[in-house]
């Protein structure tokens, strides 16, 4: 069965660091990838995805993420964080070949900038 | 820009009573999903809809469960007697294509069973 894996729980970083968010996945095959933001009371919003090509890609509000096809990692990237960045993130991957396209979400990393 | 909303924002029940808990998907959108979160755990998959019918139900979706589209704007979750462990966030998401499988989500409804 599929799964995704955030090893990052919770996350404190000043404004102006650097993020990493870590998201492995496992499933051998193709694999859509996306990371969603929760900011506090708010719903669940798409940051970015990944389909095919590129395996960079970038998303809103300054953040990226790499495909390593070979690490089954989909790791989150901001050069900068701000404050308003302070939020629940997560993970998720649809699995195509399974013929099903509901999406398997990672536990989450809580990410607090202090200013 | 649409979205998906869904009431109520939060539901109180009594265990074993019966909840609708009601989405609006984005209008032209043709794939519709329940999914739960249970505090501090992940979010789950519960159910898939397409075509007027179930397309993928996860183990936590049992007989205590089901889901409707009534007319064609809401699409609705059904607990038929309520459990403890039922308390959970439940979000609704909808999508316009299976192939990018980009979908978009509700706020959600906060689910308590007393």
């Known amino acids: 069965a599929q799964s995704v894996s955030q090893h990052n729980h919770h996350v404190i970083l000043s404004e102006a660091a650097s993020l990493e968010l870590g998201c492995n996945y496992s499933y051998g095959g193709t694999v859509n990838l996306f990371w969603y933001v929760q900011y506090p009371g708010q719903h669940l919003q798409l940051l970015l995805k990944?389909?095919?090509?590129?395996?960079l890609v970038k998303g809103i509000k300054g953040f990226e993420a790499e495909f390593i096809k070979s690490k089954f990692s989909f790791n989150l990237r901001k050069p900068s964080v701000q404050w308003s960045d302070t939020a629940e993130y997560f993970c998720a991957v649809t699995a195509l070949l399974t013929g099903a396209n509901n999406l398997f979400f990672g536990t989450g990393t809580r990410l607090t900038v202090i200013p | 820009e649409p979205e998906v909303t869904q009431t109520p924002s939060h539901q109180v029940t009594q265990m074993g009573q019966e909840v609708i808990l009601r989405c609006v998907p984005i209008s032209n959108h043709l794939y519709f999903y329940w999914y739960r979160q249970i505090l501090g755990q992940k979010v789950e998959f519960l159910v898939s809809f397409y075509n007027n019918e179930i397309s993928e139900k996860s183990e936590i979706f049992d007989d205590q469960f089901s889901v409707e589209r009534p007319d064609g704007s809401n699409f609705t979750l059904k607990i038929r007697s309520t459990k403890l462990e039922d308390s959970a966030m439940y979000f609704c998401a909808s999508g316009g294509d299976r192939t990018y499988n980009e979908q978009f989500f509700g706020p959600g409804t906060r689910l308590t069973v007393l």
């Open positions: 990944y389909f095919s090509g590129d395996p």
